[in-house]
């Protein structure tokens, strides 16, 4: 794990879009996973600035989406593929076959956790995969207490996940199950990259990074990810000793 902090939220979302854009070039057919979220919503802004700018050819680039709130439609401005769409994937124009996000209204959803893990097999595995940490250290929907063993899989919300979520809906929603891409996966990913920012953030990192392994911190995992990063402002990195 290689451990980066930076003076501000703007500086370090300029540096997460130069890596994933690294990642475009050392490889352009990458398999990039993103997640959906307020902490990497400036990157995703500078990454389509940039790409486009610099001209980068980012047309065999696949996309899959982290994670999905269950029974939310993707036309939902609350959902992560939403998200992901407005921010990043219309304006650069992704070609269709080349983005893959879970279906949350899919009648069988253990058949897109199935699909999802075929999609990365043949698709020769993440390159990079771009995550945030939850309030109570998950990363997508792998909640406190989730093996470390598992691939994509459907996930029951923690009550802090289902209480801070609400802050993407414009009323109050029921968010009770999650679908995820696994920690097995983030693990095997050859490039996985954890985001935080601001103060509130600044007890959790701490817990992820400096305290011992859990499966219930699942984002101490990033401690034993061969190449982990791991990207703070000042603010989320003031716990540190």
């Known amino acids: 794990m290689n451990l980066e902090i930076f003076d501000t939220y703007e500086i370090l979302s ?26 990497p919503k400036r990157s995703y802004e500078m990454l389509v600035q940039e790409l486009k700018a610099r001209k980068i050819d980012y047309g065999k680039v696949h996309f899959i989406g982290l994670d999905e709130w269950i029974g939310i439609s ?32 899919a009648e069988d959803i253990h058949k897109e956790c199935e699909k999802m893990d075929n999609i990365i097999e043949q698709l020769g595995g993440i390159d990079l995969i771009v995550v945030g940490i939850g309030m109570n250290g998950h990363i997508g929907f792998n ?7 598992k691939n994509s899989h459907i996930a029951n919300l923690d009550e802090v996940t289902q209480k801070v ?4 809906f414009s009323t109050q929603t029921q ?39 859990t499966e219930n911190i699942p984002a101490s995992i990033f401690q034993k990810h061969a190449n982990g990063l791991v990207f703070l402002d000042r603010e ?6």
């Open 14 to 39: 300029y540096n997460v879009a130069e890596q994933i854009i690294s990642a475009i070039i050392k490889k352009p057919e990458a398999l990039i996973c993103l997640a959906a979220g307020d902490t």
């Open 74 to 105: 993707p036309e939902n401005p609350g959902s992560c593929q939403f998200f992901l769409r407005q921010t990043l994937l219309s304006p650069l124009e992704i070609n269709a076959e080349n983005i893959h996000l879970f279906n949350a209204m």
């Open 143 to 149: 909640e406190p207490g989730v093996s470390w063993n």
């Open 165 to 168: 979520g609400q802050k993407y």
């Open 175 to 213: 968010l009770t199950q999650g679908i995820t891409i696994g920690l097995k996966q983030l693990l095997n990913a050859k490039t996985a990259l954890l985001l935080a920012n601001g103060l509130k953030k600044a007890s959790i990192i701490k817990k992820a990074l400096e305290e011992e392994m």
């Open 236 to 241: 989320s990195s003031s716990g540190l000793s």
